[in-house]
């Protein structure tokens, strides 16, 4: 397959808008004005020597793959199968030119996470990074991810707020003990009932216990923290018995 001259890599970038991701597209960068720099590659850098060099054999699932940065990451260290998944299509034709251009074997599908068990496949390695605190539901997102799509590793990142202290918290307290509450390094987290950022999809901005505690609850065992905000878990079993919620929604033509 020959790639893309820089001409009409820029042409076709600009076509589909504004970039959230900034890639290096053959020497034309798609987001170079980035408010958080060189995003997400700037990032990157600081856990990536936390991942497998080697990927080989291993399959990938990238929950909220944006414009495939972390997806085309992962087939360059030889993933075997990688699978992009988002729900804003204009991301998704982002991710489907960055593959082209950078000869990636990817696939992507406009699918959400709340939806993955569709996909009837647990992966090698799951990434969900920086979705967490976009959704309505998060922990039933990390509980249908354990369920139905995680079968080894979860690369995890959420935008955190508030201490990055990760207190150890004991089993139980008594009902009328609530100091803990106020400690920095209690779980914690904030909801955004307006916007954030300019954003309205910023629900959520757990601390960094709170993102931990999460992902323990969800079933997740938690094997390094590379990056203030990026875990590296295992998937392992669920400490208690509560898990995702699958709710009945109402026959067709009676829709509220």
Same mark, same amino acid.
């Given at each position: 397959?020959?790639?893309?001259? +820089? /001409?009409?890599?820029? #042409?076709?970038? /600009? ?6 991701? $900034? ?13 958080? $720099?060189?995003? +997400? ?8 020597? &936390? ?14 793959? $944006? /414009?495939? !940065? ?15 998944? %988002? ?15 950078? *000869?990636?074997?990817?696939? @992507?599908?406009?699918? =959400? ?9 647990? !992966? ?16 039933? &997102?990390? %509980?249908?991810?354990? %369920? ?11 935008? *955190?707020?508030?201490? =990055? ?9 008594? @009902?009328?003990?609530?100091?803990? !509450? $106020? ?7 904030? !909801?955004?009932?307006? %916007? ?8 959520? /901005?757990?601390?960094?216990?709170? =993102? &931990?505690?999460?992902?323990? =609850?969800?079933?997740? #065992?938690?094997? *390094? ?21 699958? +709710? &009945? ?8």
């Amino acid at each position: 397959m020959t790639k893309p001259r +820089p /001409a009409q890599i820029r #042409e076709r970038a /600009a076509a589909l808008g504004k970039w959230f991701h $900034n890639m290096d597209l053959n020497g034309v960068q798609t987001a170079p004005d980035h408010f958080l $720099n060189d995003y +997400p590659n700037v990032k990157w850098r600081r856990f990536q020597h &936390a991942m497998p060099a080697d990927l080989t054999g291993q399959s990938v699932l990238d929950i909220g793959c $944006n /414009a495939g !940065f972390y997806s085309i990451e992962m087939k360059q260290r030889g993933a075997t199968r990688v699978l992009g998944i %988002d729900t804003d299509e204009r991301y998704l034709d982002q991710a489907r030119l960055a593959a082209e251009v950078k *000869q990636a074997d990817i696939e @992507f599908r406009n699918l =959400s996470v709340y939806d993955v068990a569709l996909l009837e496949e647990k !992966f090698d390695i799951v990434l969900f990074m920086g979705v967490l605190y976009h959704l309505r539901h998060p922990l039933l &997102a990390l %509980d249908l991810i354990h %369920d139905h799509a995680a079968r080894g590793l979860l690369l995890f990142q959420s935008m *955190q707020r508030g201490s =990055s202290e990760i207190e150890q918290v004991r089993e139980d307290y008594d @009902f009328f003990e609530d100091k803990h !509450f $106020n400690r920095p390094g209690y779980p914690k987290l904030h !909801f955004i009932e307006n %916007d954030y950022a300019g954003d309205w999809t910023n629900w959520w /901005a757990p601390n960094a216990a709170c =993102s &931990a505690a999460m992902l323990r =609850s969800a079933g997740f #065992e938690i094997l *390094q923290q590379p990056e203030e905000e990026v875990f590296i878990c295992r998937s392992v079993a669920r400490p208690k018995p509560a898990g995702a919620v699958y +709710p &009945a929604k109402p026959p067709k033509g009676k829709q509220p």
